[in-house]
């Protein structure tokens, strides 16, 4: 009949493709023919045969009756990100929670036991928290160093392991204190202070997950207490979490939410 799709179309076979894919998470990596049903809603006909056909091809790689994202994969995913320039892919996210909230926007990764801002998005605000590319802090101090803190165990072992510098009279510098609130960030999913880097600046910060499901970095929006005050920060967490999450996702990573 004219005008209706085969239903072994090109783009419809890609899409059942797309969707049996999809189904692979890093929390779930590895899945049986019934689990893959279930999680596609696809016929058991349809799944068996774009299953062994993906197999053959090293889209899959099959473990018994257990089947996962074939290393084949895994090395296109690494060809695409190398050379990638994190900065231009940020950049579209942080200017996005900027025009939403108002505030600055940054990214923040680690180097040795520091922070470095390497992305940024800057408060239209004529009384805002100036912050420079390229600013280095502490990793002890504020809600971006509190995630890149909770979400790397190696880093944090590093840096208890010496006493932990000051910048003003909020920052902790107790290492059973600031153990307590990792575990804290981890429960929340993301990190709030005030006054530990700057007095009178408060901060809320959300993980950056990168390919392969380890942490990338921490997604900070800063600004004047003030304005951003705890009621307000309740209000703004969400979309800081979420642009952290849009940020994981454009790096290749199947963790787009805090665990």
């Known amino acids: 009949?004219?005008?209706?799709?085969?239903?072994?179309?090109?783009?419809?076979?890609?899409?059942k493709i797309?969707?049996?894919?999809?189904?692979?998470?890093?929390s779930t990596p590895e899945r049986s023919l019934a689990d893959l049903r279930t999680a596609t809603g696809l016929p058991a006909s349809t799944v068996q045969r774009l299953?062994?056909?993906?197999v053959q091809s090293g889209f899959l790689d099959r473990?018994?009756?257990?089947?996962?994202?074939?290393?084949?994969?895994?090395?296109?995913?690494?060809s695409a990100f190398h050379g990638l320039d994190v900065g231009e892919l940020a950049q579209p996210v942080l200017a996005a929670l900027r025009d939403e909230t108002g505030e600055t926007a940054c990214l923040f990764i680690s180097t040795r036991e520091l922070r470095v801002c390497v992305a940024m998005a800057e408060s239209r605000h004529s009384v805002r928290r100036v912050i420079a590319l390229g600013e280095v802090?502490?990793?002890?101090?504020?809600?971006s160093g509190r995630v890149l803190?909770?979400?790397?165990?190696?880093?944090?072992?590093?840096?208890?392991?010496?006493?932990?510098?000051a910048l003003t009279q909020e920052t902790i510098v107790d290492v059973d204190e600031l153990r307590r609130s990792l575990v804290t960030v981890r429960e929340r999913g993301f990190a709030y202070t005030v006054g530990e880097r700057t007095s009178s600046v408060s901060s809320v910060a959300a993980p950056v997950f990168q390919h392969g499901g380890s942490l990338f970095g921490a997604l900070s929006l800063l600004g004047p207490s003030s304005r951003m005050t705890?009621?307000?920060v309740t209000h703004l967490t969400p979309s800081v979490v979420a642009a952290g999450a849009r940020l994981s996702q454009a790096l290749g990573s199947a963790i787009t939410a805090p665990n």
Request: no cysteine; charged share 15%; aromatic share 8%.
């Open 51 to 54: 299953v062994a056909n993906l």
């Open 18 to 26: 797309s969707t049996i894919l999809d189904a692979f998470t890093f």
């Open 149 to 165: 803190l909770a979400w790397n165990d190696e880093l944090a072992t590093r840096v208890f392991e010496h006493p932990l510098p």
């Open 137 to 143: 802090t502490p990793v002890n101090v504020g809600s």
């Open 1 to 15: 009949m004219a005008g209706k799709v085969a239903s072994n179309s090109p783009l419809l076979v890609l899409a």
């Open 230 to 232: 705890p009621d307000v």
């Open 63 to 78: 473990h018994g009756d257990q089947f996962r994202i074939g290393l084949r994969m895994a090395t296109w995913a690494a």
